[in-house]
């Protein structure tokens, strides 16, 4: 996820699946993150250690705060202990689910032993682990 | 990267929800790179005042618009034809929003609808009215040629022409009604996103710093500074091409010395 570039960004049809995608995994980084974390973690060290992007990261904090998991203080982002707390009763549906994707490539630069006219998988730097390390 | 201008963004992107999408990415962290403190005011002001408009929208629109032909404007599918504004071998915006309408009317108006504005036509005997559609008006230049073109032609000009756009500035709005003696209805009505700022100090320093971004993708002031004759139009449908009236910082592709530059939204 870290760097899909344009060569790598799907085509339309694919895009919402995409970016789905792309919000799960942004939602399991930072709570790793941030879980591990005994002091708040500034805004510029959360998106480098998570390596999401701004969007992403703050989709997943307006989704979190909301309910009251997350707090955004001077200092940085924070787990609450009710996030804790979710984030241990749902660790399984957060940190071990299976994310992949398939799309049409777009760029012959996608790969070069493959036609691009088929349906692939990502290449495999871009696949979610099922322990996305 | 300047980090408080990242933290504005952040704190933008959690209010604006449209902006969280991830092919918007590249878009915003160009703003982020390319901004002093004082310029990102005015990328603050234009996303936050931004139009952002989904199919829903247009669904919406299409349907008060159905209601409008035939229980407004009491028009008759078989002396009515309704015409979008493409072009021949050209794509064009309005098609679909001449679809979403075509799909609200009921189905003896299938015959009526055409997306091609000079194939539309080739068919036309028995019609007394016709109904113009575009999905946006800007400035109404472009409409405006059409309608004197058909006013101009001995074999149209008989016809009552009505117009309707999904989203329109006001400016462009007034000016084709009058020509249309009221006949034109458009779901949205925009305001210039700057000028209109209150109070007048506000609305300087955001002109200032628009001017000052600009440069950036200008060498010199032209046609499409502040959008394509001052529009000052923020306003985008999902999915389509960004109207050349919107502030180019949201969708020119090049900086002044050439380089390719990463917009907010496509235009082609």
Same mark, same amino acid.
């Given at each position: 996820?870290?760097?899909l570039? =344009? &060569? /790598?960004? $799907?085509d339309?049809?694919?895009?919402?699946n995409?970016?789905?995608?792309?919000?799960?995994?942004?939602?399991?980084r930072?709570l790793?993150?941030?879980? %591990?974390?005994?002091?708040?973690?500034?805004?510029?060290?959360?998106?480098e250690?998570?390596r999401?992007?701004?969007?992403?990261?703050a989709?997943?904090?307006?989704?979190?705060s909301?309910?009251g998991?997350?707090?955004?203080?001077?200092?940085?982002?924070?787990?609450?202990?009710?996030?804790?707390r979710w984030?241990l009763?749902?660790r399984k549906k957060?940190?071990?689910?299976?994310l992949a994707?398939?799309y049409?490539?777009?760029?012959?630069?996608f790969?070069?032993n493959?036609?691009v006219?088929?349906?692939?998988?990502? $290449?495999?730097? #871009?696949?979610?682990?099922r322990?996305?390390? | 990267?300047?980090?408080d201008?990242?933290?504005r963004?952040?704190?933008?992107?959690?209010?604006?929800?449209?902006?969280?999408?991830?092919?918007?990415?590249?878009?915003?962290?160009?703003?982020i790179r390319?901004?002093?403190?004082?310029?990102?005011?005015?990328?603050e002001h234009?996303?936050?005042?931004?139009?952002y408009?989904t199919?829903?929208?247009?669904?919406d629109?299409?349907e008060?618009a159905g209601?409008?032909i035939?229980?407004?404007?009491?028009?008759?599918p078989? *002396?009515?034809m309704?015409?979008?504004?493409?072009?021949p071998n050209?794509?064009c915006?309005?098609?679909a929003?001449?679809?979403?309408?075509e799909l609200?009317? $009921?189905?003896?108006? *299938?015959k009526?609808?055409n997306?091609?504005?000079?194939?539309?036509?080739?068919h036309?005997d028995?019609?007394?009215n016709? @109904?113009?559609?575009d *999905?946006?008006?800007g400035?109404g230049?472009?409409?405006?040629?059409?309608?004197?073109?058909?006013?101009?032609? &001995?074999?149209t000009?008989? #016809?009552?022409?009505?117009?309707?756009?999904f989203?329109g500035m006001?400016?462009?709005?007034?000016?084709l009604?009058?020509k249309?003696s009221g006949?034109?209805?458009?779901?949205? =009505?925009?305001?210039?996103?700057?000028s209109?700022?209150? &109070? @007048?100090?506000?609305? !300087?320093? !955001? @002109?200032?710093?628009?001017e000052?971004?600009?440069?950036?993708?200008?060498?010199? &002031?032209?046609?499409?500074t502040?959008? /394509? %004759?001052?529009?000052?139009?923020?306003f /985008?449908?999902e999915?389509?091409?960004?109207?050349?009236?919107?502030?180019? @910082?949201?969708?020119?592709?090049?900086y002044?010395?050439?380089?390719p530059?990463?917009?907010?939204f496509p235009r082609?």
């Amino acid at each position: 996820m870290r760097h899909l570039e =344009k &060569p /790598y960004f $799907p085509d339309a049809s694919n895009l919402e699946n995409y970016e789905e995608v792309v919000l799960k995994v942004a939602k399991r980084r930072i709570l790793k993150i941030l879980f %591990k974390a005994s002091a708040p973690v500034p805004l510029a060290h959360l998106l480098e250690q998570a390596r999401v992007s701004i969007c992403s990261a703050a989709a997943v904090y307006a989704e979190l705060s909301t309910g009251g998991k997350i707090v955004r203080t001077d200092a940085g982002f924070l787990l609450t202990e009710e996030g804790r707390r979710w984030a241990l009763r749902n660790r399984k549906k957060i940190f071990m689910q299976q994310l992949a994707m398939t799309y049409k490539a777009k760029s012959s630069s996608f790969s070069k032993n493959t036609s691009v006219d088929h349906l692939k998988t990502l $290449p495999k730097q #871009y696949t979610l682990s099922r322990f996305d390390t | 990267m300047d980090s408080d201008i990242q933290e504005r963004m952040f704190t933008l992107i959690t209010k604006l929800s449209w902006t969280s999408r991830e092919r918007y990415r590249r878009g915003l962290e160009a703003f982020i790179r390319d901004c002093s403190t004082s310029e990102f005011d005015v990328i603050e002001h234009i996303l936050t005042n931004l139009r952002y408009c989904t199919s829903v929208d247009l669904e919406d629109a299409a349907e008060k618009a159905g209601a409008i032909i035939t229980k407004a404007w009491h028009l008759d599918p078989d *002396d009515t034809m309704i015409v979008g504004l493409s072009e021949p071998n050209k794509t064009c915006g309005s098609t679909a929003y001449v679809r979403a309408i075509e799909l609200q009317l $009921p189905r003896c108006w *299938d015959k009526s609808i055409n997306t091609n504005f000079v194939s539309a036509f080739r068919h036309r005997d028995g019609q007394k009215n016709l @109904i113009l559609i575009d *999905d946006f008006i800007g400035t109404g230049e472009k409409l405006n040629k059409k309608i004197e073109s058909l006013r101009n032609n &001995p074999k149209t000009q008989s #016809y009552t022409i009505h117009a309707i756009s999904f989203a329109g500035m006001s400016f462009g709005i007034d000016f084709l009604s009058n020509k249309l003696s009221g006949r034109l209805h458009s779901e949205l =009505k925009l305001e210039r996103a700057i000028s209109n700022e209150d &109070p @007048i100090e506000r609305g !300087l320093h !955001l @002109i200032e710093q628009m001017e000052s971004l600009e440069k950036d993708i200008f060498t010199k &002031p032209g046609a499409y500074t502040f959008g /394509y %004759k001052k529009s000052e139009t923020a306003f /985008y449908l999902e999915a389509t091409n960004i109207p050349n009236n919107n502030f180019p @910082i949201l969708w020119w592709d090049k900086y002044s010395d050439e380089t390719p530059r990463e917009t907010l939204f496509p235009r082609r």
